[in-house]
């Protein structure tokens, strides 16, 4: 009978700490692919972000907003807060960009807040930008 319950116990303990991993790898995830995205949008590769980041549904309007900002030149990015919530599959992660319109010289700063879900099928889930990119005035 102790036995038993020492082997429930343990049962218990690891499937627990599988589901703490679990929500650690989607974490991890999340700022992986946040880290990725923002660097795309500093570099000037949005045109490969349209097809790895916004899920199908959104791409044509995301397309349509990177061409708008194509005289933008993204100089710096800061990340000032980042929530993820695993258990629903969503995530916020609001940032300020720094950037110039060409021809101006002028750095101006704009605040985006990007709202992120983890999408797909039961074993191919990953986080998709559920938000456009930003107006840079």
């Known amino acids: 009978m102790l ?3 020492m082997l429930l116990i343990v049962v ?3 499937l627990g700490g599988c589901e703490t991993m679990q ?3 989607i974490a991890w995830e999340l700022d992986e692919n946040s880290k990725r995205y923002n660097k795309m949008l500093r570099w000037r ?4 972000a349209v097809y790895v980041f916004p899920p199908e549904e ?8 990177v061409q708008a900002a194509k005289n933008v030149t993204v100089t710096d990015f800061r990340i000032k807060k980042m929530e993820c919530f695993p258990e629903k599959g969503e995530a916020t992660v609001i940032l300020d960009i720094d950037y110039y319109r060409e021809p101006s010289i002028t750095v ?3 605040e985006d807040r990007q709202e992120w879900k983890y999408l797909g099928e039961k074993d191919n889930k990953r986080w ?3 938000t456009l990119p930003p107006d840079f005035p």
């Not at 590769?45 to 490969?48: I, L, S």
């Not at 959104?58 to 907003?65: G, P």
């Open 3 to 5: 036995l038993r319950m």
């Open 12 to 14: 218990v303990a690891l």
């Open 23 to 25: 929500k650690r790898n």
């Open 45 to 48: 590769e949005m045109d490969t």
């Open 58 to 65: 959104l791409q044509q309007e995301f397309a349509r907003k």
């Open 108 to 110: 101006k700063t704009v």
């Open 128 to 130: 998709r930008l559920m």
